[in-house]
């Protein structure tokens, strides 16, 4: 299987875990496996790495790409989120390393038939775990206008959040809407036409909130770090690649309650509510792609890596 795909930040994410060669690390968006090799390049006989994935796509791909490495490399298909449940069941307490490269790949992009895309006409999709029976058609044909509206403002930061919305629901009365064409051809039509003209794709925000919200994005990423951080040994890194502000957001201020959780008022002169820093945040700005990256793919324009280091406590 060809899983086409570029792995953004490669060597900024692998050089910020700091690899032991007998260490263990985790990769929760394993994708193609592009990381997920640099990464096990740099193992020696005692180390060891998990990846983790909900495609199987991805994990057919990396499997294949990552048969070299033998008993090092271990593949679970599952959501990073259930990260425990998968560390248990290998009998891991502990990792020197976690790192997820967030949001959709190229391969799904590219691939029209996952429904990702706006570019091609194909099925209204967007699983990244095609167990799911839910898909993006069911929520562009069932959630209520106003559920609509609230998805595509807060998701998407759609300005015209409302009048897609509106549009929408009328479209469907007259027959379900299954294709990622038809969907764009509504999206278009709730657009004034000077802002579909200098606005960039038409579709882009509506169809990346209606993924995050089919696949749970934000909400997975905000149950997961907390986890993940409880999952480092002392030195352990973990390293999250983001591609929009509302990922990001949530990374940072994560990162920052980790490492400051103290809620005592300002002008108290000694911490009483007890709450002990659990690390260091290493990336006071986030890390972004170099020029050269940028000229190579333009995908990684958005990318912005921030990494934080378990403590000793």
């Known amino acids: ?133 839910r898909t993006a058609a069911d929520i562009v044909n069932t959630y209520s206008e106003n559920q609509l509206f609230r998805v595509i403002r807060d998701y998407g930061d759609e300005k015209f959040a409302k009048n897609i919305a509106k549009h929408i629901v009328r479209a469907r009365q007259e027959k379900p809407i299954r294709t ?22 038409p579709s882009k925000r509506t169809f990346q909130a209606i993924r995050i919200e089919l696949n ?14 409880g999952r480092l040994c002392p030195g352990g890194r973990l390293s999250i690649i983001t591609f929009h502000s509302l990922e990001d957001r949530i990374v940072k201020n994560h990162f920052r309650r980790n490492e400051n959780p103290c809620t005592c008022p300002p002008g108290f002169p000694v911490c009483m509510c007890g709450k002990k820093s659990r690390g260091t945040v290493i990336t006071r700005k986030p890390v972004l792609p170099s020029e050269a990256e940028l000229q190579k793919n333009s995908r990684s324009k958005s990318a912005k890596l921030r990494v934080f280091e378990r403590g000793s406590e």
Not at 65 to 76: H, P, Y
Not at 111 to 128: I, K
Not at 216 to 229: F, P, R, T, Y
């Open 180 to 201: 990622t064409g038809e969907l764009t051809e509504v999206i278009k039509a709730a657009i004034p036409m000077k802002m579909r003209v200098t606005g960039g794709h």
């Open 1 to 133: 299987m060809i899983f086409a795909h570029r792995s953004v930040l490669l060597e900024e994410t692998v050089d910020s875990l700091n690899i032991c060669p007998d260490g263990i690390y985790v990769d929760g968006t394993l994708g193609g496996g592009g990381h997920a090799f640099a990464v096990a390049s740099r193992l020696g006989a005692g180390g060891r790495l998990v990846g983790i994935d909900q495609d199987g796509d991805a994990i057919a791909a990396a499997s294949e790409r990552l048969a070299s490495f033998g008993e090092r490399v271990t593949i679970v298909r599952n959501n990073y989120e259930q990260i425990g449940q998968v560390l248990d069941g290998l009998g891991i307490s502990q990792v020197n390393g976690i790192y997820l490269d967030l949001g959709v790949s190229s391969y799904q992009l590219d691939t029209a038939s996952r429904g990702f895309t706006y570019r091609e006409d194909a099925p209204l999709d967007m699983r990244m775990d095609q167990r799911n029976t």
């Open 216 to 229: 749970q994005e934000l909400a997975v990423l905000e149950d997961s770090i907390d986890q993940m951080i």
